[in-house]
């Protein structure tokens, strides 16, 4: 079945940086769009970036760009999200995900936390 795994989560100071990794297993990884959420606490979950299935095209949610880049390597089946400038509002739990076979799956997340 489809499983993803984020791992990378951790404290940061305002101004840090963190790379994410989410493995990817279950299905033809290098078939399918990926994306990454984060959900900060009583908020909604909240796109963060989408890659498309070679890697071609990235897109991000405004607060998010020129910040964070997403990237992936389709022979490790792992996507990546690079973090920088972390601020304190970035502080959520990230997810990364996938639409296959009409279902969306998600992994079960990882704490960034960004604070002094």
């Known amino acids: 079945q489809v499983q993803l795994v984020e791992s990378g989560g951790g404290l940061v100071q305002p101004g840090g940086s963190l790379r994410l990794s989410c493995a990817a297993s279950?299905?033809?990884?290098?078939?399918?769009?990926m994306n990454w959420y984060r959900q900060a606490p009583g908020q909604e979950r909240e796109l963060v970036a989408t890659i498309t299935s070679d890697g071609g095209t990235t897109n991000y949610a405004d607060s998010m760009k020129g910040r964070f880049t997403i990237s992936r390597d389709n022979a490790k089946n792992t996507v990546y999200l690079q973090m920088s400038s972390l601020k304190p509002e970035d502080t959520a739990v990230y997810y990364c995900?996938?639409?296959?076979?009409?279902?969306?799956?998600w992994g079960q997340g990882t704490q960034v936390t960004v604070s002094s």
């Open positions: 995900s996938v639409r296959w076979g009409g279902t969306n799956y």
């Open positions: 279950g299905f033809t990884f290098s078939r399918y769009a």
